[in-house]
């Protein structure tokens, strides 16, 4: 079985950066692809962004395009967040998720493995 363990979380102020770090067990890393969603208090949990099993190829939700980037490197078994210009609007708890497949995929049903979340808050 996959695990995932998030980090980076942290507060930090409008207008700061932040990266997250999502650490993959197992040594079959480089086959599957990764996202990243997000949830508020008392809402669902949303998508924020996807890559594919290369890296070749990604996908973003457009309340975070042009601001968050995603990224991995397959030899540490590691994805990443990089979240520039944060705003408060973008607190929330951040879970990396998992699943094997070729392409990019952008609902929580297409996912079977998930990391238990790591806090980002942002204040004004």
């Known amino acids: 079985q996959v695990q995932l363990v998030e980090s980076g979380g942290g507060l930090v102020q409008a207008g700061d950066s932040l990266r997250l770090s999502c650490a993959a067990s197992g040594r079959t890393f480089s086959s599957y692809a990764m996202g990243w969603f997000r949830q508020a208090p008392g809402k669902e949990r949303d998508f924020v962004a996807a890559?594919?099993?290369?890296?070749?190829?990604?996908y973003y939700a457009g309340s975070v395009k042009g601001r968050f980037t995603i990224s991995r490197d397959n030899a540490k078994n590691t994805v990443y967040l990089q979240m520039n210009n944060l705003k408060p609007e973008d607190t929330a708890v951040y879970y990396c998720a998992a699943r094997a497949g070729v392409s990019v995929y952008y609902t929580r049903g297409q996912y079977n493995y998930w990391g238990q979340g790591t806090q980002v808050t942002v204040s004004s």
């Open positions: 890559i594919n099993w290369s890296g070749s190829t990604t």
